[in-house]
């Protein structure tokens, strides 16, 4: 059974950091791409970041560039996200989803429709 689980969202004062946890199960990590996906009460899903394990590009949507780091552990099968300098806008419910490896993904990252495996969510609060 395909399994994404997140953790280490939280309660945090703007400019604070958290990092947040995707642990997954179930299929061949090697084998997908991990996004993080974040919705806010009231907005659309969007894409946030997104992990290549085939070669480890990264994506950033243009709001976190330069404030989050995506990350991967291959032996904990995890992939994180470290988020810093963190906005009040930037609260939201955050997802990870996985998607197959393949050579749409440079395009699609952003798509939530385009991912198949999804998490629960984690709430991440950003206090002004």
């Known amino acids: 059974e395909v399994q994404l689980v997140e953790s280490g969202g939280g309660l945090v004062q703007a400019g604070g950091s958290l990092r947040l946890s995707c642990a997954a199960s179930?299929?061949?990590?090697?084998?997908?791409?991990i996004a993080w996906f974040r919705q806010a009460p009231g907005k659309e899903r969007e894409g946030v970041s997104c992990?290549?394990?085939?070669?480890?590009?990264?994506y950033y949507t243009d709001s976190v560039k330069g404030r989050f780091t995506i990350s991967s552990d291959k032996a904990k099968n995890t992939v994180y996200l470290q988020m810093d300098s963190l906005k009040p806008e930037d609260t939201a419910v955050y997802y990870c989803?996985?998607?197959?490896?393949?050579?749409?993904?440079?395009?699609?990252?952003?798509?939530?429709?385009?991912?198949?495996?999804w998490g629960r969510g984690t709430q991440v609060t950003v206090s002004s």
């Open positions: 989803a996985a998607r197959p490896e393949d050579l749409l993904l440079s395009r699609l990252w952003k798509t939530y429709p385009a991912f198949d495996y």
């Open positions: 179930g299929f061949t990590f090697d084998d997908y791409a």
């Open positions: 992990f290549s394990r085939s070669d480890g590009t990264t």
